[in-house]
């Protein structure tokens, strides 16, 4: 007997790089009821969607789940990172509010919590029957289920199961649900989202979290690395690939943060000076992204190069002009950080 949840919204939409959020956007928008006639908060014009501009086609469910994917990738810090190293293997930390993890340990507890689920987390040390078990249960609730596989950050959602295969539904990044053999054998951990908080997580433990990624030891360290390699590093073609990783990953996630102020965090507040402060950084993400763009084309990056370093890169970098224009390119970047930060420290202060 096949038990399936069907509808669940696939993933990645639009620039979604993390199968995290992905994944645990799509059980959300489920386990919320989100429809199509679910109405949209359009941050641009700070109001419901009318279907007005160049995005009138695209679907609301669609639109919903990049909305709570921007959330909670941004509530979490994590859209602040400058490195992916910083995402890191280990999750299942309980959130502490005044405890924060430079390396997001905590993504997983403070992602559910801000969402207002209660879960429960499960490996290895139970056996396959039990696990299984567990996950018809959950679907016969219409709970879709979290799933890590292997040593990576790779994350998919359980959507239903083969009684007599003993096989569950995996729908993994950029795939319809599918029966998974290996289900098991690559299990890193599984993740039951169960019942609801009385309440969620305040809007003030959220800008604090986003305060402390916007301010680590680490990334000060890191604006001096760059700066040091671009005077020095010899290998034009090492130097690009690694501007182009750290590039790549805040050129997305910034763009996300703004979506997320002004979408989302701005409508929360009635005060109009805490609503203007968010506007305002939202804006400076924007900055961000477009001052990243400029990287992007003096490292001859293009959509053109799929987003990877053309071969002539060793050329690009070999004049010293491009070199100090870079430089100050991501110092401009970090300064932006840092502005950022002040500014939702204000807000913070108003609430």
Known sequence: MTTRIDNLVAFPVNAQRNSFFGALSSILLYRNAYT??????????QRNCIRCSSCKNESFLDKHHLQIYQYLITITGCAYFWIDKEIGDSYNKQYIAEEFSETALDRLSMALYASGYHYESMDKNTEENVLFDRIKLSIEKEQPVLIKLGLGDVWAVITGYND???LPYLMKARHSPQLYKEWYDKLSNIVF??????????LSESLDHMIQHLNTDSRNKLEQKIVHKLETEQD?????????????LTIETRWHASECCRN???PMLDNEQCQKLLL????LHLRFHDQAW???????VSPQTYYCVPHNIDELLDGSSARVELKSLFQELFAIDRQVSHLLQECLSLL
Request: glycine share 12%; with cysteine; proline share 2%.
């Open 36 to 45: 199509e006639d679910t109405p949209f908060f359009c941050g641009r014009y």
């Open 164 to 166: 007599a295969k003993n």
């Open 193 to 202: 989202v169960t019942d609801k908080y009385d309440s969620k997580i305040s």
């Open 236 to 248: 034009g073609r090492k130097l690009g690939k690694w501007l182009n990783r750290i590039n790549g």
């Open 264 to 266: 989302t965090l701005a």
């Open 280 to 283: 305002e950084a939202s804006g």
């Open 294 to 300: 400029k990287i992007w084309a003096l490292l001859g």
